[in-house]
Antibody
């Protein structure tokens, strides 16, 4: 069974940094692209970032480009999102999601999410 | 960047009704479109990919169609368990983009 478990969310002040993580199990992690998607309560989904199976192809939403960095550790079977220069509008539930293939496309499994709140 | 526009933003229908949701891309995306279902308080679930291919385990009352810029998700006979928000997503190019979502309720 595919499992994705996010952690590391919390309350952070504007301008500060935070790293969130996603531990995976139940599939061969190093064969699949992975993503971060966020959702503000009561609102739609916003794709944040994705990377290919080998981490060489990395893409970001315009809203986070230059501030967020996605990475993966195949040994630890984990996905990360380093977020810097955080803004109140980054407040959201952040989901880790598995791609169906090796390069970013559509998402066939999702974690439960970790909540990030940016406020002074 | 490709923009995805869903309509309507919400709808209310009776059990057994045929329900149609549309998703329009700002430019052609061939058939690189997925649909997700998100039930209240739950995580999104993949329903359809490549515009019309049903994900394993999804009931056959769900179907998808379209190519290019205009796509539809159809529920042939609405069931109480279909109450959810439905999201479309383009994966034709980066950045990936979601539509604004369509909330489906029972009348």
């Amino acid at each position: 069974e595919v499992q994705l478990v996010e952690s590391g969310g919390g309350l952070v002040q504007p301008g500060r940094s935070l790293r969130i993580s996603c531990a995976v199990s139940g599939f061969t992690f190093n064969e699949y692209a992975m993503h971060w998607v966020r959702q503000t309560p009561g609102k739609g989904l916003e794709w944040v970032s994705g990377l290919s199976w080998n981490g060489r192809y990395v893409v970001y939403a315009d809203s986070v480009k230059g501030r967020f960095t996605i990475s993966r550790d195949d040994v630890k079977k984990s996905l990360y999102l380093q977020m810097s220069s955080l803004r109140p509008e980054d407040t959201a539930l952040y989901y880790c999601a598995k791609d169906q293939g090796s390069i970013p496309s559509f998402l066939d499994s999702w974690g439960q999410g970790t909540l990030v709140s940016v406020s002074s | 960047d490709i923009q995805m526009t869903q309509s309507p933003s919400s709808l209310s229908a009776s059990v057994g009704d045929r329900v149609t949701i549309t998703c329009r891309a700002s430019q052609g995306i061939r058939n690189y479109l997925a649909w997700y279902q998100q039930k209240p308080g739950k995580v999104p679930k993949l329903l359809i990919y490549d515009a019309s291919t049903l994900q394993l385990g999804v009931p056959s009352r769900f179907s998808g169609s379209g190519s290019g810029t205009d796509f539809t998700l159809t529920i042939s006979s609405l069931q109480p368990e279909d109450v959810a928000t439905y999201h479309c997503q383009s994966y034709a190019s980066a950045p990936l983009t979601f539509g604004g979502g369509t909330k489906v309720e029972i009348k």
